[in-house]
């Protein structure tokens, strides 16, 4: 047992419930528009928070496979930039954290 078990259970757990999410968004956006011009104009707004969100979900997701293998590679928990150990408080509320504190 490793101990970073609880962690690496957070960031797949985190990646599953993203990857649904993406899921929705990406159903979503595949629906047709409504010929209304003015629900169009709400559903263009609407397609435009839902493609941010899905950029930041897809962000986050890298982060989390990078995390993944810092755990895979014995370097999870490591500043990526200092090599200084990061904070385990850092690290609960930021799982795939890369940098220190200092280096963030």
Same mark, same amino acid.
């Given at each position: 047992?490793?101990?970073?078990d609880?962690?690496?259970?957070?960031?797949?757990e985190?990646?599953?419930?993203?990857?649904?999410?993406?899921?929705?968004?990406?159903?979503?956006?595949?629906?047709p528009?409504?010929?209304?011009?003015?629900?169009?104009?709400?559903e263009?707004?609407?397609?435009?928070?839902?493609?941010?969100?899905?950029?930041?979900?897809?962000?986050?997701?890298?982060?989390?496979?990078?995390?993944?293998?810092?755990?895979?590679?014995?370097?999870?928990?490591? $500043?990526?930039?200092?090599?200084?150990?990061?904070?385990?408080?850092?690290?609960?509320?930021?799982?795939?954290?890369?940098? $220190?504190?200092?280096?963030?």
């Amino acid at each position: 047992m490793s101990k970073w078990d609880h962690f690496e259970k957070l960031l797949l757990e985190r990646k599953a419930e993203l990857s649904a999410k993406l899921q929705e968004v990406e159903e979503t956006l595949d629906t047709p528009h409504s010929k209304d011009a003015e629900d169009f104009a709400q559903e263009i707004e609407d397609t435009e928070v839902l493609e941010g969100l899905g950029k930041s979900g897809m962000q986050e997701i890298t982060a989390i496979e990078a995390a993944l293998d810092r755990i895979r590679q014995g370097t999870y928990g490591e $500043c990526v930039k200092c090599g200084e150990e990061i904070a385990p408080a850092r690290l609960e509320a930021v799982p795939y954290a890369a940098l $220190c504190v200092k280096c963030a």
